[in-house]
């Protein structure tokens, strides 16, 4: 089953999205073959994030351009993450084609426009983009501050 | 959700020196499922929403703290286009497009309010009411815009109703009681949190 998703398949015409299609070193574990999230991010456009976990450890997630799903199986290698490549595949969605010496990993873009689900904001997914007006009357977008991290307190006078 | 008139004040009185913006429409609350304020979260620099939180607490401020030591990320993730983003002309046009869809009038509800028609974002709220009778939201932004005008029986009818369908929304509760109890809220004393705690065991009974 594992294989299956791991052969090359055939790829109806996709929407260009910013995954992109550079080969990644594959690094076996367990038999299992990792990319390391340094390199996720820096060529192929996905993060890997931690959040805060239940019980004080920490959960991930993958991150494509415009979904997030949780990401089980990370091992910290040292000060490196190592992401599996069939969670990452079956996560956002990816194919992933090996190399001949499962050396080099390629992800493509997903078949279907999985960008999921509600618009309802959750830790680990994307959030809204909304645009609120401040108080001078000026507005400001949730996008617009994109580059930046971001602290967003909601309060009322009760 | 409580207009300038509230919220000037208090920037004032605590000195706040960040962006504020005031949410009539409660466009924050709905994109973000809002159950209970005060609430916090941490957007990182690609989009992704590392962090929920309640009150200030040290816990969540040490989260903060950690997000913030991690190196800066070069990806930007994309959010799907946004009701509250989507101008007022192109909300009309998705409206008149799917009459039907109750999301689109009440998005377009909450853009009226927010440029003022108040009578429009009526007409939307009953539009949106007469499709989707389970929705919270709709009768509480409903409420919100008679609030607006100053018709605050009418708006508490409309806030009873949204709570009789998410019992568990704080924001709506709390929003009815500083109307039926200003005293409560917006005495000399400020908020008498003691008569909160009561009132919840008054109506768990």
């Known amino acids: 089953m594992l294989a299956t998703r791991m052969l090359a398949l055939a790829l109806t015409a996709a929407p260009a999205t910013a995954i992109s299609g550079a080969p990644l070193p594959v690094i076996t574990r367990d038999g299992q073959a990792h990319v390391a999230a340094a390199a996720l991010e820096r060529d192929a456009g996905i993060v890997i994030k931690r959040l805060p976990g239940r019980g004080g450890g920490s959960e991930f997630v993958a991150c494509g351009p415009s979904q997030c799903a949780p990401l089980k199986g990370v091992l910290a ?10 969670g990452l595949s079956e996560a956002l969605n990816l194919t992933a084609n090996l ?9 493509g873009p997903a078949q279907l426009d999985s960008s999921s689900t509600t618009g309802t904001a959750r830790v680990g997914g994307i959030a809204p983009n909304l645009r609120l007006t401040k108080l001078d009357g000026t507005t400001v977008t949730l996008d617009e501050l994109r580059g930046q991290r971001v602290l967003i307190n909601s309060w009322a006078s009760w | 959700m409580q207009g300038l008139e509230v919220v000037k004040p208090w920037v004032k009185k605590y000195g706040v020196t960040f962006p504020v913006a005031v949410d009539m429409a409660d466009v924050f609350g709905a994109a973000f499922g809002l159950k209970a304020i005060p609430v916090s979260f941490l957007v990182d620099e690609v989009g992704i929403v590392r962090l929920q939180g309640g009150g200030p607490s040290k816990e969540f401020r040490a989260q903060v703290e950690e997000v913030l030591r991690e190196p800066v990320s070069a990806v930007r993730g994309r ?6 983003v989507l101008s007022l002309g192109e909300l009309r046009a998705r409206a008149a497009r799917q009459p039907d869809d109750a999301a689109a009038r009440l998005a377009l509800a909450q853009a009226l309010e927010r440029s003022e028609d108040l009578a429009g974002a009526l007409a939307e709220c009953n539009a949106a009411a007469r499709l989707q009778t389970k929705d919270a939201m ?61 009132q919840v065991a008054r109506e768990r009974k």
């Open chain 1, 77 to 86: 290698d040292g000060e490196t993450l190592l992401a599996p490549v069939a």
């Open chain 1, 99 to 107: 190399d001949e010496g499962r050396r080099h990993v390629t992800f």
């Open chain 2, 79 to 84: 959010t799907r286009e946004a009701p509250s």
């Open chain 2, 138 to 198: 709709i009768p509480f932004t409903h409420g919100l815009v008679l609030l607006r005008q100053g018709r605050t029986n009418d708006a508490l009818a409309k806030f009873t109703a949204a709570r009789e369908l998410d019992s568990g929304n704080w924001r709506i509760r709390k929003q009815i009681w500083a109307l039926e109890h200003p005293e409560k809220f917006y005495g000399t004393n400020g908020i008498d949190w003691g008569w909160q705690k009561e």
